[in-house]
């Protein structure tokens, strides 16, 4: 029965990442055969001022997206739970950005964030003058400027959390009725039911979400950054480890250098879980205390 499922991670994980590893070694630039570079390509990779945007724009992402997801699913999923006229309407509605393809997902942006049609900076404008906000500001410039660049990455990221919404909903509704009833029996507020039973009674769950959104979050970043700012706006303001990997090796044809970026990432994954471990294991230490 899980003979498929090995055949495909060792033809489709394990070896690439051998031939990655082999490959980071080299200077190959899929013309001439690879010629032994050594630690050449990772130095270059410490002195490579575009690589250290792309991390720092990598782990800020990160760092402000995973939150952001996991804590968007998780009010969806509890305002959501029960059942109520509407509340399937509204769930289907949360998982469909999930569901279009993510070329077209962020065409589609493209058109959302356009400075002078776009749906978004036209509701912006409502209530303000010549061109303002109601509180007399510009409107972002989504395209051109590079915080709002970032911020509008971050924003089509939220909208794609409908696999981690269906877990949290599955799981709240999976909770005992038991505990919510001695809850409401002893007069417990809102507040009180949230911190001292759902969230403890979820934490296992939006742990493991937590860290597989923090895994993804390497890639999440490329199709919208490749469609919708290609890299910018000057100077590489949404250029991620995804997408400079994609640049290095099939834009400049640097394969052994983009192998060594991408094993980077591989490290960065590994760190993230380990960190994100760690803090778990401090929860659980002090949920039994």
């Given at each position: 029965?899980?003979?498929?499922?090995?055949?495909g991670?060792?033809?489709?994980?394990?070896?690439?990442?051998?031939?990655?590893?082999?490959?980071?070694?080299?200077?190959?630039?899929?013309?001439?055969?690879?010629?032994?570079?050594?630690?050449?390509?990772?130095?270059?990779?410490?002195?490579?001022?575009?690589?250290?945007?792309?991390?720092?724009?990598?782990?800020?992402?990160?760092?402000?997206?995973v939150?952001?997801?996991?804590?968007?699913?998780?009010?969806?999923?509890?305002?959501?739970?029960?059942?109520?006229?509407?509340?399937?309407?509204?769930?289907?509605?949360?998982?469909?950005?999930?569901?279009?393809?993510?070329?077209?997902?962020?065409?589609?942006?493209?058109?959302?964030?356009?400075?002078?049609?776009?749906?978004?900076?036209?509701?912006?404008?409502?209530?303000?003058?010549?061109?303002?906000?109601?509180?007399?500001?510009?409107?972002?410039?989504?395209?051109?400027?590079?915080?709002?660049?970032?911020?509008?990455?971050?924003?089509?990221?939220?909208?794609?959390?409908?696999?981690?919404?269906?877990?949290?909903?599955a799981?709240?509704?999976?909770?005992?009725?038991?505990?919510?009833?001695?809850?409401?029996?002893?007069?417990?507020?809102?507040?009180?039911?949230f911190?001292?039973?759902?969230?403890?009674?979820?934490?296992?769950v939006l742990?493991?979400?937590?860290?597989?959104?923090?895994?993804?979050?390497?890639?999440?970043?490329?199709?919208?950054?490749?469609?919708?700012?290609?890299?910018?706006?000057?100077?590489?303001?949404?250029?991620?480890?995804?997408?400079?990997?994609?640049?290095?090796?099939?834009?400049?044809?640097?394969?052994?250098?983009?192998?060594?970026?991408?094993?980077?990432?591989?490290?960065?994954?590994?760190a993230a879980?380990?960190?994100?471990?760690?803090?778990?294991?401090?929860y659980?230490?002090?949920?039994?205390?």
């Amino acid at each position: 029965m899980l003979t498929p499922y090995l055949i495909g991670l060792v033809g489709l994980v394990m070896v690439p990442a051998l031939v990655t590893l082999g490959m980071s070694v080299t200077d190959y630039d899929l013309l001439r055969p690879p010629t032994w570079a050594g630690l050449d390509n990772f130095a270059a990779l410490l002195d490579d001022p575009i690589f250290r945007v792309a991390l720092l724009n990598s782990v800020v992402f990160a760092l402000v997206a995973v939150p952001l997801r996991v804590l968007l699913a998780l009010g969806l999923a509890l305002l959501l739970h029960r059942r109520a006229a509407g509340v399937g309407t509204a769930r289907t509605a949360a998982l469909l950005p999930t569901a279009v393809p993510e070329i077209a997902y962020g065409l589609l942006w493209l058109w959302l964030f356009n400075p002078l049609y776009g749906p978004i900076n036209q509701l912006l404008r409502v209530g303000g003058e010549n061109g303002l906000t109601a509180f007399g500001r510009t409107p972002p410039q989504w395209l051109t400027d590079p915080t709002s660049a970032r911020a509008g990455i971050i924003l089509m990221s939220l909208f794609t959390m409908g696999e981690t919404f269906v877990v949290l909903l599955a799981a709240r509704r999976a909770l005992p009725r038991d505990v919510y009833e001695m809850a409401a029996i002893e007069d417990a507020t809102g507040w009180d039911v949230f911190r001292r039973i759902t969230l403890p009674l979820l934490a296992p769950v939006l742990a493991l979400l937590a860290v597989r959104d923090a895994v993804a979050s390497l890639h999440f970043t490329f199709v919208p950054a490749f469609v919708v700012t290609d890299g910018g706006p000057p100077p590489y303001a949404t250029t991620y480890l995804s997408l400079f990997v994609y640049q290095t090796g099939f834009e400049y044809l640097r394969y052994g250098y983009a192998a060594a970026a991408t094993l980077v990432m591989m490290l960065l994954t590994v760190a993230a879980v380990l960190v994100q471990w760690r803090l778990i294991r401090r929860y659980r230490r002090f949920y039994q205390l």
